[in-house]
């Protein structure tokens, strides 16, 4: 057989091709040869019989579609679409028919260990998230171009489709990283909510429905406000992923520095760490435009680390640090899953940054973080 397949890199633009062989869908690399290439896109003769031929398909928005072949050649996209050989869908929509029992070969132990922990402790996480923002009136919803982490907060059999697709285990585990790194920002944020006693929440000016939930939007560097809380300490506005300016990121150099008592977005040599994952200030802001305009101080501000300390310890003066001097929050904090050494405990408390390691579900860091986020508002 000779098969096509697309390879972009990532989940953006490309189509990846495999085949089943039992239960397993094995990418055509591992039973056949490369013939040519042109551009990013190949051409492979498969050298074992299979049952059927998949493709999974991605939009340059990373949106993901599946197709399942006959055997037969499929040397380019056109044949592909070929309806007498081939069916087609959205991964969700054929889960339980012919995705059903499939699994992708994976021999990688740390892929393995990975997978195990994400289907284990992150979808206890990700079912937390959006039960909690249920429980205060709110619709929790992925915005942008975060279309891994709307599928496995959909369904998590969705994400697994999508991320292992790709044909290799490294781009396989930076995908799960990524992924986690989401999820766990973002139970940390409902962690937050909790300890500062939310009621419900205050719908943005933009939000006039009031029969519907209000939005918890997030949007990896969106200009809405994650969500407005009312608080027992009064209302708070937190953003998910803040970042302060829509193209900031895109900058080799950028700073956020205060200036005659303003605060202003400069350009100095190096890389600049630009987007931490939860900020809270107090008062109501529909948008992160309204905080610049208002001089707005951050109250506390947050980064938070899904993995064991060895896979971020250069963050610590590479991210960390350059939050603490460009945003000058008031209170500031670490917050992780694991362990963090005391000497990195001590020297970052010594710089006015909270670091509170094991929180986890079920973790003993959840009541710290708590006693924390309380203190800082309450006192």
Known sequence: ????????????????????????????????????????????????????????????????????????????????????????????????TWLRGVRFRIRNPELNRLLNELYSVFVVMVNEVRSYW?????????????????????????????????????????????????????????RIAEALGTRGLIRRGWETDTSSPVTVWFEQGGDASFAILDTMYGPITMWVEFQWDPAIHVFLDAEIIKVN??????????????????VLVKGVFDRVGSLIQANGVIDLLVECKALPYNEWASDVDEQVMQYLVNFRPRAMALITRYSVPFSVKDGLARRGIKVIDNVTPGGAGVSELMGFVKGVFGG
């Open 1 to 96: 057989m000779l098969i096509c397949e697309v390879n972009r890199g990532g989940t953006r633009g490309s189509e990846y091709a495999y085949v089943l062989l039992g239960n397993e869908l094995v990418h055509v690399s591992e039973v056949g040869r490369k013939v040519r290439c042109e551009y990013d896109s190949c051409v492979y003769e498969v050298l074992v019989n299979a049952d059927y031929v998949y493709f999974f398909s991605f939009s340059r928005s990373g949106y993901g579609y599946v197709r399942r072949c006959l055997p037969g050649d499929y040397e380019d996209i056109t044949s592909v679409l070929d309806r007498t050989k081939c069916e087609g869908g959205d991964i969700k929509d054929v889960l339980n």
């Open 134 to 190: 249920r429980s205060v009136g709110g619709e929790f919803g992925v915005m942008g171009h975060a279309a891994r982490f709307s599928e496995f907060l959909s369904d998590p059999r969705i994400y697994y489709f999508t991320g292992m697709s790709i044909p290799n285990d490294n781009g396989r585990v930076r995908s799960v990283k990524a992924l986690m790194s989401l999820v766990y920002e973002n139970w940390v944020a409902v």
């Open 261 to 278: 008592g303003r605060l202003r977005f400069i350009r100095r040599p190096g890389r600049r760490a630009v987007r931490p994952d939860v």
